[in-house]
């Protein structure tokens, strides 16, 4: 076996996981709460809303993930002292950039396997990769889920080279955790078992010497099941712990296999087929508005298998390990390829697995040129280089250098990473709805009525502080609100059903689908500070509202003065700027004082008649 050459020096080492922890910071934690809310992340917040106020967690075979992102935003949250009735954008987001900072350490576990060159280089590629970027901002579950795989792989690792159990005890918790995070996770086991099926089959050790319990000692009885077990066994605990809320509701145990039915189902396109091809342009080259590329993580990824494959100078049972490594990393892209339903988040396992390949890609080229320095110098320059067009890309899809402003992290023309994207022009439209409450006496319980094939979502979120909304997926028998908002081809319906004199104006939901916000005219008049057309009707106090109808169960406290820029994008249209001077809320510190006109008088609208509260669905989108 060749002499390893001199791994760089610890300072060394530290200054590249500093930088990399500061770049990653940076592109993960600024203006969090700009873009507007994709459908899934609103969906997953007032879930996770609802379960932080009532500690129940209600899980739903056929279309949400399990409990875990909810459970990790309410210990956090409780750390940073979040108020569950008060969440914002910015932090339930915050709560996944925690993981992706996590994210960033993690090849540190490794760095015993893939040097700290490797590890360096590693963390600094996931730190900058505009994917792990976008979706490190994202309230989903795919970053909490890759920091789980690669815990739960490196301590499977460890655990065999120090027989620490500890170590079996971390990789049975992120085990669990993996069950409770996304059904999903039987890909990557199953990708694993590949890579340790190669290895058996070469011959090779997991450990340096053959005894205790090490990796190879799994396949000798009757010792090898007592890993296994225990791993197995705090996993089957911290699973059920999770599901059956603390071991009280224990239904939810059975529902948590039975899933995977509607998984298989799912797994034929559910209109998200896309090319086998759509995941390798994703992750090396893809022309989208602007030429996107992370082809520096794949080339040196795709260097780094077959190193692991090929290079025969280390140690066999560091050979064992990468070999498992890089057989996982192309045996579970190839199954993200096969499987007809894509959705740009779900590859983000392969994504994390090519980067750490990538680090060690990086440290065998470095190790060519071991005893020419000049030569070392250059090749670290260009890595620099394309570390820097990392990081302009990670700017442009994060929006990074357009504060407070939304300008390509929603738009899917420009963006390969924004899949089914809201508009910003809905968070307009949500604002537009709040200043025209404020011009009623109901003020946050006017009634405001939608209907729209999907709920309208993310509205429920946006509008989840106005008590009486009503949300139908078809034209109901009675529609009467001073405030409706329909799918834009449902309007004239609306129009023959209300009767009276509306104002409509044209909002965007997500591309292709646009809506109508039809507004009683005496009430759009007085929003425009405009004389009556018609005389007022005589004034009556509305009708206090039997029956509260809204997207979750607590109000949290109004942020409607808050202004929220928008960007119109191409095949967008905007809506005409909303609210005059008066529909500004002072400052909350300052006394507030009406100055304005009185208050809008009308009819007293009863509130809207629904035929369910809006289902929470993910409408298939997520995988």
Same mark, same amino acid.
């Given at each position: ?57 209600? =899980? ?77 901002? =994202? ?277 390969? =990473? ?186 007293? =609208? ?18």
């Amino acid at each position: 076996m060749a002499r390893e050459p001199k791994p760089i020096r610890w300072k060394t080492l530290l200054a590249l996981l500093a930088l990399a922890l500061t770049l990653g910071a940076m592109g993960r934690f600024t203006d969090l709460g700009k873009r507007p809310m994709h459908t899934d992340e609103a969906i997953l917040a007032l879930k996770t809303q609802e379960y932080w106020e009532t500690g129940t967690f209600e =899980y739903d075979p056929k279309d949400y993930h399990g409990p875990f992102l909810h459970h990790a935003a309410r210990w956090l949250g409780n750390l940073r002292g979040m108020d569950p009735a008060t969440l914002t954008e910015e932090q339930v987001r915050w709560v996944v950039c925690v993981f992706g900072m996590l994210l960033i350490l993690s090849p540190v576990l490794l760095m015993d396997v893939i040097g700290r060159t490797g590890a360096g280089v590693a963390a600094l590629l996931i730190a900058v990769s505009p994917m792990m970027n976008f979706y490190s901002r =994202y309230y989903i579950m795919e970053v909490p889920f890759v920091l789980q795989v690669i815990v739960f792989v490196a301590s499977i690792w460890r655990w065999s080279q120090s027989k620490n159990l500890a170590w079996l005890f971390l990789a049975g918790l992120m085990l669990g955790w993996m069950h409770a995070t996304k059904e999903t996770f039987v890909l990557n086991i199953a990708a694993l078992a590949a890579g340790y099926g190669l290895v058996k089959v070469m011959g090779l050790p997991f450990t340096a010497k053959e005894r205790g319990y090490g990796f190879r000692s799994f396949t000798k009885p009757p010792i090898s099941l007592q890993p296994w077990l225990i791993v197995a066994l705090v996993a089957l605990v911290t699973s059920t712990w999770l599901y059956s809320n603390g071991f009280k509701t224990w239904d939810q145990i059975g529902e948590s296999v039975l899933t995977y039915r509607s998984y298989l189902q799912r797994s034929e396109g559910s209109g998200h087929e896309k090319p086998w091809h759509y995941y390798l342009s994703l992750l090396a080259w893809r022309r989208q508005g602007f030429l996107w590329s992370e082809g520096l993580i794949a080339g040196l990824g795709l260097v780094g298998v077959l190193n692991a494959f090929l290079d025969r100078r280390r140690a066999d049972h560091k050979r064992a390990f990468l070999t498992l490594f890089a057989t996982y990393t192309v045996v579970l892209l190839g199954i993200y390829s096969f499987i007809p339903y894509k959705t740009p988040w779900s590859i983000l396992s392969v994504q994390y697995a090519l980067t750490l390949m990538a680090g060690l890609g990086a440290r065998s080229i470095f190790r060519v040129f071991t005893d020419l320095p000049l030569v070392k110098i250059g090749l670290a320059l260009l890595l620099a280089g394309g570390v820097f067009n990392l990081c302009q890309q990670t700017s442009r899809a994060t929006d990074f250098s357009y504060e407070h402003q939304t300008r390509y992290a929603a738009s899917e023309m420009h963006n390969p =990473y924004v899949y089914s994207h809201t508009s910003p022009n809905l968070v307009a439209l949500a604002d537009r709805i709040h200043a025209l409450a404020k011009h009623t006496d109901e003020n946050l319980n006017m009634p405001v009525q939608v209907v729209q094939s999907e709920n309208g979502w993310p509205l429920p979120w946006y509008l989840r502080d106005m008590k009486s909304v009503g949300y139908q997926t078809v034209m109901p028998q009675v529609l009467q609100a001073p405030v409706v908002v329909v799918d834009l081809g449902l309007e004239e319906s609306a129009r023959e059903k209300l009767g009276g004199k509306y104002e409509s104006s044209l909002w965007g939901l997500r591309p292709g689908i646009n809506l109508s916000l039809l507004v009683e005219r005496s009430l759009w008049e007085k929003f425009q500070g405009l004389p009556p057309s018609e005389p007022p009707p005589a004034a009556a106090p509305s009708a206090a509202p039997s029956t509260t109808v809204a997207a979750s169960g607590t109000a949290p406290a109004d942020t409607v003065g808050t202004p929220v820029p928008v960007t119109t994008l191409p095949g967008e249209t905007t809506a005409p700027a909303p609210a005059p001077a008066d529909a500004t809320m002072p400052a909350k510190a300052e006394p507030v004082v009406d100055e304005g006109p009185p208050p809008f008088v009308g009819p007293p =609208y009863p509130v809207p008649t629904v035929e369910s509260s809006p289902e929470s669905r993910r409408s298939r989108r997520r995988s």
